[in-house]
């Protein structure tokens, strides 16, 4: 669906997302919605990377801080964050971000693995890298990104 | 045509359901007219179905079982052998009925083998009634069979008059049998006021049925007509309980007179899920208006509103109900499975159903559905021993499985109870061994459950053979990883030679928890109402106070002594002062702003601190995400009224904490109950330490007045012996049996525990305060070392009960003959005094004391114990005893003796670990002289004394 013939060859379409400043690519097709983190309930004793869980029309979905996953500087608390809605496996997950950004159609060859000297921890969540004019794009595996591991957290 | 089919499949299948379970059960009562007709009518609904839709190959199958049906209920003898070719057709017409869903159409093939089995049998038995009725009965008898089956197989001559003879006419009329023209004949040429009116709908096969029988009253078969009578109001009861368990699906059907499609539609799930969401926005836009209007205090809203208010929360309700099924519908099929078991293994098996109606969310419904089955069979297998087996064993020729649902603390719990030869631990251990799961070492140092655990490892059976029932080692795991899935856990025990106990427990998902919304650093949780016990506002002064034992901190209650949970703490939250949860202690302790939430979990009971309670709420528990089902802290989430999630505490998950908080290691609570069940019922609490030696050690808690830590430095020495300043007294200290007075502490506080009685105390010094714990005493290993009762096993290690009468007269030489005691020394005789008490803790504790206090002592285990003393001619002046007793309690002891001849004049003073007042009470009317609590050693030496001045004066 996302997928569309362009001037080179098949293009996909990203969500553009920005975290501390570095500009992150979603599939579209995995971005339910983007709304705004309000009213969120922290969960005691969960692993860090859990933001909270909060009510989207009914739903319960469990927020990811995203500077968290990405080992990133926590943010300033007083702005208000957005966060990406996904769904996996019946599950409703907000990733927290600092702030949309554009979709944008890329072309799939242009698209490249992510540099060997890549943090790990980015490693592990990334798919691959787009060169754009201005700035790198990192395009973020989702299932990587929720796969926080059957970690057991100390209760 | 297609709707029509599919509402006639999922109808029969549902229909061969219950005839499945109504025929095991009518095996076993053969003579239950009730149930004979209730499965005759569904297989004849489903024959005329099938003649309805032009399936002739079903219909054929279930005419011909419907005939072999119709001669038991005419009385032929039912056979095992005949009930087993009715669930053989029934198992041919569902597989029928699976290929006609997949084809749309019934498929080609013959069924001769087993229709010519049933004619055969219904054959058999007619031709036995036939030679034992006379010839000139042949016309009753037709009646009468006519008359059993008039009302169905004419109003399905009614609806088919073509479609049925085709049946008909496949075979020969059986002797006895009437053909379809006879029997409609006989329909309507029989007076009645309901035959003359032919029901207008087709739709209506068992109407007349019910009603019919009246109408051959006139025949000439009399004994007939109360028959189907009873059979029918039966039915109309059963129709009742049927409908209850359908869970609404069934709706009307097989009631009197009613339709059987009207009651209910089939809705998919995805649909009702969809509704459910709908109705939780459409509360929370409900909540927001109300939230506005609330603001403008003359809102023309505000009726409207409140009306909306109103049957949103209706519709809530109504939509939740329709996600709950009984749990019964998941057990449906298993009488029919362990039937078949039993002939197949040629066991005995019942099989006992308790909490069908436990209702659990459908989805979760379906997922428990296939491990429940599987478990059953499991246990009828490799659980339940062989008849003769269980006969050597001396065990009932029946083996039990036990199935059992219900509700606990916001949770479902189904138990799988056999009563057969248990887990074999060596067995268990020999493949684990053989798999690598574990070493020789690893396997050592587990504790039997552990071990047992082992079953739901994959791969994992310990049948030595595998039988086609089970034992493929496939099952537990898959059980496991099933019910995991849900969000569930499952658990066993295990007794080897008494059976097993499986236990599942699974989150009520989706179903309404009343909660309780509590607050504790500036967040909100719900703690489910079901295991609240009680709340108390821990006051400053007054009343309920918390203190600490050793940083432990604890709330006086009533009679006991509850250990607190700080909830802060245990979130690792921040406590409301801004201070870590460090210092939750000592700063918050007593300020009175606390209140404290009394948890009972299983038997154990403890109080939660919070900061505040708000209300109770009833929520809708949603599973938590699975990144956070590794918190044992929280069952759930839900969104409350205003939108805002809150966690929903889990007591279960607390229960464990206590328990781990304090070190040990935290045992299922039950596993324990059930092990000491049998010798011990209540519960002491007992304080844990460690003096002297590694091993804990307890006393307990009752008998120590306080717990204090005193400065080593104040420690004299005065005299061989060392004391201490205490409350402006000088308190002699004693050590425990081994303990080097080299151990004392240099610096910081010496714990101790200080004993009180009158105006004396003692000190005996220990190394360390280790824990309070509640739970079952049973001295399991004797001691003939000073100072020592013996071994128990507390929280699943080895503790030493320490003896305390033993350093009694070390700190005070003639603590046990004191002044007071003295006038009773001085009498000429010792008074007999009997102590019943089934804790040979307490009779090991008291007897002593008693005996030191000028009475001979005779010990009884039990009330039966003791009435075998009287019955042998033995006398008493005084009786002391236990209330709670396993068997005959204490008060039914009592009011056996009251009005003995022999021993109703001695005085009998009532010990009992509980004072409520009821029970006191309910004591003094049984004739108990006094009740006394049972570590109120002084209150009893006093109330001896009394009876003995009363005894004297009497004299």
């Known amino acids: 669906m996302s997928e569309k013939q362009g001037a080179n060859g098949p293009m996909e379409e990203y969500v553009t997302v920005l975290i501390a400043g570095q500009l992150f690519g979603l599939p579209i097709n995995r971005v339910q919605d983007v709304f705004m983190l309000k009213d969120m309930t922290e969960v005691p004793l969960s692993i860090p990377e859990i933001a909270g869980v909060l009510n989207l029309r009914g739903r319960i979905v469990t927020a990811i801080d995203m500077r968290q996953r990405l080992d990133l500087p926590p943010r300033d608390s007083n702005e208000m964050a957005m966060a990406v809605g996904i769904e996996v496996a019946r599950e409703s997950f907000g990733l927290v971000i600092d702030r949309i950004g554009d979709v944008l159609y890329l072309p799939i060859n242009e698209f490249e693995p992510s540099p060997v000297n890549l943090d790990p921890r980015w490693k592990r969540v990334a798919d691959g890298i787009f060169r754009l004019e201005k700035e790198l794009l990192v395009i973020l595996d989702v299932d990587k990104v929720l796969d926080l591991g059957e970690r057991d957290v100390a209760a | ?955």
């Open chain 2, 1 to 955: 045509m297609d709707d029509l089919l599919q509402e006639f499949l999922t109808e029969t299948v549902e229909s061969l359901d219950v005839v499945d379970v109504e025929l095991v059960k009518f095996e076993q009562e053969p003579n239950n007219a009730a149930i004979l007709g209730n499965i005759f009518r569904l297989v004849h609904t489903i024959k005329g179905t099938c003649g309805f839709l032009g399936l002739p190959r079903l219909g054929a199958l279930a005419h011909a079982a419907e005939t072999l049906m119709g001669k038991y209920r005419d009385g032929a003898p039912v056979t095992s052998d005949g009930v087993s070719l009715i669930l053989q057709t029934i198992d041919r017409l569902k597989e029928i009925l699976e290929q006609l869903e997949e084809m749309q159409a019934e498929p080609e093939g013959v069924d001769d083998d087993l229709i010519s089995l049933l004619d055969q049998m219904s054959l058999g038995k007619m031709e036995a009634e036939a030679a034992a009725k006379a010839a000139s009965e042949a016309e009753a008898a037709s009646a009468e069979t006519a008359d059993a089956r008039t009302a169905g197989v004419a109003a399905d001559g009614m609806l088919t008059p073509t479609d049925e003879p085709v049946q008909s006419a496949d075979r020969n009329l059986k002797p006895g049998e009437v053909s379809l023209e006879d029997l409609e004949r006989a329909f309507n040429e029989a007076p009645g006021p309901d035959l003359s009116v032919p029901a207008p709908q087709p739709a209506v096969p068992e109407a007349p049925e019910a009603k019919a029988a009246p109408a051959p009253a006139p025949k000439p078969a009399p004994a007939s007509a109360p028959k189907p009578k009873a059979a029918a109001k039966k039915d109309e009861r059963r129709s009742g309980d049927e409908r209850r368990k359908a869970g609404g699906s069934g709706g009307g059907k097989a009631k009197g007179g009613g339709s059987v499609k009207s009651q209910s539609i089939r809705v998919s799930v995805e649909t009702l899920e969809q509704l459910m969401t709908m109705v939780s926005e459409l509360v929370l836009t409900r909540n927001q208006l109300l939230e506005m209007v609330r603001k403008h205090d003359d809102s023309e809203f505000k009726g409207p509103l409140q009306r909306l208010s109103n049957v949103t929360a209706e519709l809530q309700e109504g939509v939740m109900q329709t996600r709950m099924q009984p749990i019964g519908n998941a057990w449906q099929k298993l009488p029919r499975i362990v039937r078949d078991l039993s002939h197949e293994l040629d066991k005995k098996i019942d099989l006992e159903m308790i909490g069908a109606e436990t209702e659990l969310d459908r989805q979760v419904l379906e997922v428990i559905k296939d491990p429940l089955t599987h478990m059953v069979r499991n246990s009828a297998d490799h659980g339940l021993e062989d008849t003769a087996d269980r006969v050597m064993l001396g065990k009932p020729e029946a083996g039990r499985i036990t199935l059992s649902a219900y509700h606990e603390g916001g949770q479902i719990i189904i138990k799988i109870v056999d009563d057969g030869r248990g887990l074999n631990a060596e067995k268990i251990k020999a493949k684990v061994l053989s798999n690598g799961l574990a070493t020789e070492d690893e396997l050592e140092r587990m504790s039997e459950a552990q071990l047992h655990r082992f079953i739901f490892h994959a791969g994992f059976s310990t049948a030595s053979e595998v039988t086609a029932v089970s034992g493929r080692g496939v099952g537990m795991d898959v059980v496991r990883t099933n019910i995991e899935l849900i969000g569930g856990t499952v658990d066993l025990k295990s007794v080897a030679g008494k059976g097993s106990t499986f236990i599942i427990k699974i989150p009520l998902t989706l179903a309404i928890v009343s909660a309780l919304i509590v607050e504790v650093s500036g967040q909100r949780f719900a703690i489910p109402q079901l295991s609240v016990v009680e709340l108390v506002r821990a006051h400053g002064e007054a009343g309920h106070r918390i203190e600490m034992i050793n940083d432990t901190p604890v709330l006086r209650l009533r009679n006991k002594l509850l250990p607190l949970i700080y909830l802060n703490a245990m979130l690792n939250l921040p406590s409301g002062e801004g201070g870590g949860p460090g210092e939750r202690t000592a700063g918050k302790a007593g300020d009175g702003r606390e209140f404290v939430v009394v948890t009972q979990v299983g038997s154990q009971t403890f109080g939660v601190v919070v900061d505040s309670v708000f209300h109770t709420e009833e929520i809708v528990v949603k599973p938590m995400s699975s990144m956070l089902r590794g918190i044992s802290m929280f069952s759930g989430n839900t969104i409350l009224g205003d939108g805002s999630v809150i966690m929903i505490i889990d007591p279960n998950g607390i229960a464990q904490n206590v328990a781990n908080d304090a070190g040990v290691q935290s045992v299922s609570e039950e596993h324990r109950e059930e092990e000491h069940a049998a010798s011990a019922q209540e519960l002491t609490t007992m304080l844990v330490f460690s003096a002297g030696s590694e091993e804990p050690k307890a006393v307990p808690l009752s008998l120590v007045t306080r717990l204090e830590e005193i400065d080593p430095a104040k420690i004299e020495h005065s005299n061989g012996r060392d004391l201490v300043q205490y409350r402006g007294k000088l308190m002699p200290l004693v050590y425990m049996e081994g303990y080097d007075r080299s151990q004392l502490k240099t610096t910081g506080g010496q714990p101790m525990l200080v004993f009180t009685d009158a105006d004396r105390s003692m000190g005996l010094v220990v190394d360390k305060i280790i824990d309070i714990i509640e739970d079952r005493l049973i001295i399991e290993i004797t001691s003939d070392r000073p100072g020592v009762f013996g071994a128990a096993v507390i929280r699943e290690r080895a503790t030493e009960i320490i003896d305390i009468a033993h350093y009694l007269p070390q700190a005070f030489g003639d603590w046990l003959e004191r002044k007071d005691r003295a006038p009773q020394e001085k009498k000429s005789r010792d008074l007999n005094l009997l102590l019943v008490d089934d804790s040979p803790f307490f009779r090991n504790m008291l007897a002593p004391l008693l005996m030191s206090a000028g009475y001979k002592v005779t010990l009884a285990a039990s009330a039966e114990e003791a009435l075998d003393m009287k019955d042998r001619g033995e006398a008493f002046d005084i009786i002391v005893s236990d209330i709670e007793m396993p068997g005959m309690s204490g008060i039914d002891f009592a009011e056996k003796l009251r009005f003995d001849p022999d021993w109703g004049e001695t005085p009998i003073i009532a010990l009992s670990s509980h004072a409520e007042q009821s029970l006191i009470e309910r004591s003094r009317q049984a004739g108990f002289y006094e009740y006394i609590g049972k570590f109120d050693r002084e209150g009893l030496v006093e109330t001896l004394r009394e009876v003995r001045v009363e005894m004297e004066e009497a004299v």
